[in-house]
Structures are given as C-alpha cells and as structure tokens.
C-alpha cells in the first residue's frame, strides 16, 4: 500500500518519533508500506516521520557506494526508473555510534519535492539498530549511505534538512513554495 507523504512545511514533519517496543505484525506491515511508498516516490530512504507514523522506523535503499549523486538526482528528475538492483535496509529503533570525517553532498527529501540544496554531514558512521525481523544489528557505512542514514534519522527527532540552510536559503524556499500552491 502507498502512504501519502507529509510535504513541508506541515507541522507534523516536526514530531519526535518514539521507539518501537516490539516488532509485531503492525511494525512489519509498516515497514513493507515504507518501502512501497519509498520506490513508488523514487526516493533513497524514507523515515515513518513522513508517513505520519511517529515510531523510530527508517527504510532506506541507496545505490552502491561510488554511486554518481547528481547522476541519481537527474533520474529522479526525468523519472526515470531507479538501478533495477535493489538493496533494501530497514532500521528499527536506530543509533548512530561513532561518527568522524565530514562531506558536503546535494540531499533532497520526499517531503520537499523538487527542491536540492548542498549540506554538511559526517561521511564515517556506525550505526546500531534492529532489522525488519528484530534482529539487532550493526552497520558500518559511508558516504552516501552514511549521508542517508544521518537524514534519514533526522527525521525520526523532526529535523529535516533544510533546517541546515541559511535563513535566507529557508526564505527563498518558502517563497518558492507559495508561488507553486
Ligand atoms: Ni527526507
């Protein structure tokens, strides 16, 4: 099933997700609703947050590591079908561990369509979390995972990545988005 996706600047995008206390039944439907939601939107991850779900719940599938970002952009742009290989990830309850280094990438979200914009993030992460079945697991990951994985989280605290841009960035976006309602 396809959820619908909360846009910004909807309030709700700013709820903090709670943790999940078992993985039942209802947690794996979710999870298999994201993930339909997320390839359905051409999207590389998507947090519950977006989906009005306010459990610490993220899917994710980024392309191998060495993927071409502006490349992905550009698919998403003409809608064109993501790398048919899929590489589904489902995060339950995360957290980040260790972190160190730093690289500067284009993110988007699906909750600010057509909108990309440069931020700063650590590109060396561990992270802890259980998988779609409840199993505890740790990932090492980096660059554009990494990059991922920390926007993904964001999400989960109710940040999303325009909240990194300057004022004056935050304002043009804004305009931007009344001029298109
Ligand atoms: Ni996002």
């Not at 396809?2 to 039942?24: C, G, H, M, Q, S």
């Not at 660059?143 to 926007?151: D, F, P, T």
């Amino acid at each position: 099933m396809i959820l619908p996706i909360l846009k910004f600047p909807d309030k709700r995008l700013r709820t903090k997700a709670v943790a999940v206390e078992t993985v039942d039944s209802a947690v794996k439907k979710l999870v298999k609703n994201m993930f339909e939601t997320m390839y359905a939107q051409k999207g590389i991850g998507l947090a519950a947050t977006q989906v009005d779900k306010h459990l610490q719940i993220v899917v994710m599938d980024v392309p191998d590591s060495g993927a071409d970002y502006r490349l992905l952009k550009d698919q998403i742009r003409k809608n064109k079908k993501p790398p048919e290989e899929k590489h589904p990830l489902c995060f339950i309850n995360p957290k980040i561990i260790k972190k160190s280094g730093s690289e500067v990438h284009a993110e988007g979200c699906l909750s600010v369509p057509d909108y990309y914009a440069d931020v700063e993030r650590f590109n060396h992460i561990t992270v802890t979390a259980l998988d779609k079945n409840g199993k505890k697991f740790t990932l090492e990951a980096r660059n554009l995972l990494a990059i991922c994985i920390q926007h993904e989280l964001d999400h989960l605290m109710g940040i999303l990545f325009v909240d990194y841009l300057s004022k004056l960035k935050q304002q043009r976006l804004r305009d931007k988005l009344k001029k298109t309602k």
